[in-house]
């Protein structure tokens, strides 16, 4: 799967953020899957698609938002894929 990535060139992936007594578990969601962004502009390259950090969980402690990202994860990896045109 390809996702996207950061400057240094390292793919951004969901995780969980621990913060203040706050744990969540947040992705770098596609534009388009989340219908910020048409898909008609993307593919007439009036428009790029772009990750987005979206918070998918909130938990009761770390452990608990370790467990929803693994039981979720493999359709929460399908929205972190960004979406490309592709020409034949």
Known sequence: MKFFKNRKGTALLPHVVSKRGRHEVI?????????ETDKKLVRSRHCVDYPKWVTLYVGKNHRDCRMW???WKEPVLKLCVPYEVTIS
Request: aromatic content about 0%.
């Open 27 to 35: 992705a770098p969601m596609s534009s388009v899957r989340l219908g």
């Open 69 to 71: 990202l693994d039981k």
